[in-house]
């Protein structure tokens, strides 16, 4: 042991004469200090750690504790040690598993000397008793009995693998007893629904029923707590509130200047292979990659803001209707995507997230929410693909007036379909007609490693 260094100082005291002082450096004391699990002021001997004061939380400086899972059992402040049984069905035979440790001569109120019972919870089933009683298999080790497999035996022991009750419904199994909650699994995937469930009470009811609660769509037999998300189905499968593909990687951004050639893959925005963002000059912008998928020739066709085969399938209104050949009805607009406004909250529409389609809408229902938002006024919910429900200045009704420039600086969700692919984008800038050119820009958010 390292011996400690000692400072001396002489002192001249006045008059007086010369005496001199020693500081040693001061040493920390080091202890042993023993759990006090049941926090009744004595240790557990067992139990001990080297320290320096203060002791730290749950630990003493004593080893006195007898049992040091029950509070109620404390110093040793007797010779010998006695141990007592509990005695539940009070047949004066103890629970050799439930004990009381102490100092005690005689046994505590419902305690006996003795751990010769070997059913505490049944006054007839003792090595005394003359009462013969029917006990059950218990094949599965599962703590209940199959009623269809039984003898009859007096006093103790109980035999090997059997059990007092009859409640097992199926003893090949652990599980499926009588009065256990089972869950209802209405697509046969092993999983039940947590919102569906009944007592055991007949083997019958286990057909269609399982023991756990773990499926979030039980309409869906890929869905699944635990299950491995398939990319691309529209499906939550491992029901974390989540669907799909999330892009949260880095943001990139992209610009088309005013009045570029709107048919240079250079000024149009490719997303995947099925969405590519273009405007045709003065035109909506829109998803080109549907109209060449499916129009294809020269679409979309946009001559003016009268006669707009773009404003047609924004609207729904056919008077702006130039080409005849486009299949489907209208949808909005932008083909082939949903859209949200991105919020924090996202617990009322227009507002959502990514992961989950809730809330999102057609590209016609979110111009005509951000428009009425910028205007101070509050949505309600949409209609159709083309109008939503809201009120503005105090007057509620239905709302389909739009705003593009309402777009630039949200963040938004875009959920691309076909793809199931959810992203981020907010648009930076949207030249409108009378500005002319046709110009836009955005940023939004990339494909992460990672796959939510």
Request: net charge negative.
């Amino acid at each position: 042991m390292k011996t400690p260094s000692v400072f001396c100082k002489l002192i001249l005291l006045f008059g007086i004469g010369i005496f001199i002082s020693c500081n040693p450096e001061k040493i920390e004391e080091v202890i042993t200090a023993y759990l006090d699990e049941d926090l009744d002021g004595f240790g557990n001997q067992a139990v001990q750690i080297r320290t320096t004061l203060p002791v730290p939380a749950g630990y003493v400086t004593n080893n006195k504790d007898l049992d040091d899972s029950n509070p109620a059992i404390g110093e040793n402040d007797c010779v010998e040690r006695t141990t007592f049984y509990k005695d539940e069905d009070e047949d004066s035979f103890g629970d050799i598993n439930n004990k009381s440790i102490g100092c005690l001569e005689t046994p505590p109120e419902g305690f006996v000397a003795n751990s010769d019972d070997c059913d505490d919870t049944n006054a007839d089933i003792n090595p005394d008793s003359l009462v013969e009683i029917q006990v059950f298999e218990d094949g599965d080790n599962d703590g209940y009995g199959n009623p269809d497999k039984s003898q009859f035996i007096v006093g103790c022991p109980i035999p090997e693998d059997f059990v007092t009750n009859d409640l097992d419904l199926n003893d090949e199994e652990s599980g499926a007893f009588i009065g256990e909650i089972w869950y209802f699994d209405g697509d046969s995937d092993g999983f039940g629904d947590p919102g569906n469930s009944k007592p055991l009470e007949f083997l019958e009811d286990l057909v269609n029923y399982v023991s756990n609660s773990d499926d979030c769509n039980d309409a869906e037999p890929a869905a699944y707590s635990g299950a491995e998300e398939i990319l691309g189905d529209g499906i939550d499968n491992d029901c974390d509130g989540l669907q799909g593909i999330i892009w949260d990687g880095e943001l990139v951004a992209f610009s088309r200047a005013d009045e570029a050639i709107w048919t240079d893959e250079a000024n149009q925005h490719k997303i995947t292979d099925n969405v590519v963002l273009s405007r045709k000059y003065l035109g909506p912008i829109h998803n080109l990659k549907w109209w060449e998928n499916n129009v294809g020739g020269d679409a979309p066709v946009h001559e003016s803001d009268d006669l707009s085969d773009l404003l047609y399938r924004l609207t729904g209104n056919g008077t702006f209707q130039i080409t005849n050949n486009i299949p489907g009805d209208p949808t909005g607009g932008m083909e082939g995507t949903k859209w949200t406004i991105l919020s924090e909250t996202n617990t009322k529409f227009p507002y959502g997230k990514l992961g989950n389609p809730t809330n999102y809408m057609s590209f016609k229902n979110l111009l005509n929410s951000l428009t009425v938002i910028k205007q101070g006024g509050q949505v309600y919910y949409p209609i159709n693909d083309f109008e939503i429900s809201a009120e503005v200045g105090g007057v509620g009704g239905t709302y389909s007036d739009y705003d593009f420039s309402a777009l630039v600086g949200t963040k938004l969700g875009m959920h691309i379909v076909e793809e199931d692919i959810f992203l981020e984008i907010t648009f930076t800038q949207y030249t409108l007609d009378e500005d002319g050119g046709g110009g836009f820009a955005l940023t939004r958010s990339t494909p992460a490693e990672k796959k939510k």
